[in-house]
């Protein structure tokens, strides 16, 4: 049910026919009247749970004037007017971003910076990132499980630089696009990881 709900807010309501409001929530109602959820025999009961429950936080649900609305956090490929989230300025970023991909990809990350959708089939508006404030376990959480290396980001100097980037409502830190001049190389997933334990047990 999940994964037909993140479809539905992040990449298939208009076609299904299901409104998007300016920050991106849908009615309950109008989603499981949708068909993927429909099909699946999707209640709202278990809409609520499945938003609460959902270890990465994707999702959020909120009551207005008695009915329920659901909008993913993060990961579209629509367009939405107002995403939810904040800005951040240079003095409350994370120093370092990190982006999880595939070793395949670098040379073309290398070369051209990091693009929307380029690692994940065109199905993402925005390149995603994770600061380096958060946890070990966080991070493997949130990485993609087909990802092999971690590309570092120069965040701060980016934001410094007149890059705009959005901390989502469950902390992926997203922005249009990464210029080369910004990476700062990468490690392999075990080496990024070893790299932060040792530095937490060193703390």
């Known amino acids: 049910m999940s994964r037909a709900l993140s479809a539905i807010l992040r990449h298939t309501a208009p076609r299904l026919g299901v409104h998007l409001d300016p920050e991106g929530y849908a009615e309950t109602g109008a989603l499981l009247r949708a068909g993927p959820l429909r099909n ?3 209640t709202a009961d278990g809409l609520r749970r499945l938003v609460a429950e959902d270890n990465k936080q994707r999702f ?10 659901i909008a993913a956090v993060q990961g579209h490929s629509i367009p939405i007017e107002r995403p939810l989230g904040r800005l951040l300025t240079a003095a409350d970023s994370p120093r370092m971003g990190f982006h999880a991909t595939t070793r395949r990809a670098w040379d073309s990350i290398r070369s051209l910076g990091l693009l929307p959708g380029r ?3 065109g199905t993402r ?8 404030d958060q946890s070990p376990e966080a991070q493997r959480r949130a990485f993609r499980s087909t990802a092999d290396i971690v590309v570092r980001i120069q965040l701060q100097r980016l934001i410094q630089d007149g890059g705009r980037v959005r901390c989502s409502p469950n902390q992926v830190l997203l922005t249009s696009a990464i ?3 910004y990476l700062d190389g990468f490690s392999t997933m075990a080496v990024h990881f ?3 334990d040792s530095s937490r047990q060193g703390r």
């Open 40 to 42: 699946l025999g999707a």
């Open 179 to 181: 210029a080369p001049a």
């Open 119 to 121: 690692d994940t089939g």
């Open 194 to 196: 070893r790299s932060l």
């Open 125 to 132: 508006a925005e390149v995603h990132l994770l600061g380096d």
């Open 60 to 69: 959020d649900l909120v009551q207005w004037h008695g009915t329920s609305y």
